[in-house]
């Protein structure tokens, strides 16, 4: 495993401390998470989503069809029309 020194602010390593002690990890564990997950997002997204991800692929839907789904239904909450 590799180690890089980072250089960063007293207010930003501050966040990274409370949110790794809200996920119950060391930081230097919770700030190496997130940069695997931003360096390999569909491994994020499979860990994210776990069984709605694999209901996805067995509805047999597309992504683009998803996409067209989550934005109707997002302006049907808002109460704002839906042009295709």
């Not at 207010?11 to 390999?40: H, I, M, N, Y």
Request: proline share 5%; glycine share 4%; with cysteine.
């Amino acid at each position: 495993m590799a180690t890089i020194t980072v250089k960063i602010s007293d207010p930003t390593e501050l966040k990274l401390r409370r949110q790794a002690e809200a996920a119950g990890k060391p930081v230097e564990q919770f700030v190496c998470d997130v940069l695997e997950s931003q360096t390999d997002p569909a491994k994020a997204l499979r860990e994210i989503s776990g069984k709605v991800h694999q209901r996805f692929l067995k509805s047999g839907m597309s992504e683009e069809e998803l996409a067209e789904r989550l934005e109707r239904d997002d302006h049907a909450a808002r109460g704002v029309p839906y042009d295709e």
